[in-house]
């Protein structure tokens, strides 16, 4: 089972995750993290898995967000040319673009 690492450090990995630095650096600069607050030093593979999922999530968000503008841009171009705009239209592409 995978250890459960402190708040302190998982916030750390927050901070320190930039996608212009390999996982390998992240890990050494959250291993001295972890070495300055006392805890367990986080093992290579537990590092990469938590990166690799925080940047997935931030991927996914940004393309809902992404999504959700043009569905916005949509329905301000409509009311601007005086068109009707569906509401049950909307809230469904609003519903599938969060559900993806």
Do not use: N, W
Request: net charge positive; hydrophobic share 45%; charged share 35%.
């Amino acid at each position: 089972m995978a250890p459960r690492y402190d708040a302190r450090l998982v916030a750390a990995l927050v901070d320190l995750d930039d996608r212009s630095l390999a996982i390998a650096e992240i890990c050494r600069r959250l291993g001295d993290v972890a070495a300055s607050i006392g805890v367990p030093r986080p093992s290579y593979v537990h590092v990469r898995r938590l990166v690799r999922a925080k940047r997935e999530y931030e991927d996914v968000e940004r393309e809902q967000r992404a999504t959700l503008r043009a569905i916005g841009g949509d329905v301000v171009t409509k009311i601007m040319l005086g068109r009707f705009v569906d509401p049950y239209d909307v809230a469904e592409r609003v519903r599938i673009a969060r559900s993806s």
